[in-house]
């Protein structure tokens, strides 16, 4: 049974500007495990993650309905595929998909109830 749908998207401009404007601001946003997976990345693949991964904790927001989550609070790491993995503060199922264009990062979270 799902519990929420929520969907995000941001301009890559708009994070690659906050980065530039705040060197915190990376700190502010991923998790240090999120954070690791930045070192080897080209810098326009690096404003490209931080953007899915901004995208997706503020779709989990809507999914989840938990306003008072921090950015700490959710993480989204890679499965050995490359799957994004979305952990949060609920016992529930998390399904996420992040995508990029040249301009955008979108994101769509899905809550699923493990029992109704």
Do not use: C
Not at 19 to 26: D, E, L, Q
Not at 73 to 81: A, F, K, P, Q, Y
């Amino acid at each position: 049974m799902i519990h929420g749908i929520g969907v995000d998207i941001i301009e890559l401009s708009r994070i690659e500007r906050a980065m530039k404007r705040n060197a915190r601001f990376v700190e502010r946003i991923l998790t240090t495990q999120e954070r690791a997976a930045l070192q080897n990345m080209s810098d326009s693949r690096k404003i490209e993650h931080v953007a899915g991964r901004f995208a997706a904790k503020e779709a989990f927001v809507k999914a989840s309905g938990i306003k008072e989550a921090s950015w700490m609070d959710v993480e989204i790491l890679n499965d050995s595929t490359g799957k994004p993995i979305m952990t949060g503060p609920i016992d529930e199922t998390i399904h996420v998909s992040i995508s990029h264009s040249q301009a955008y990062a979108v994101a769509q979270v899905i809550i699923e109830a493990k029992s109704f």
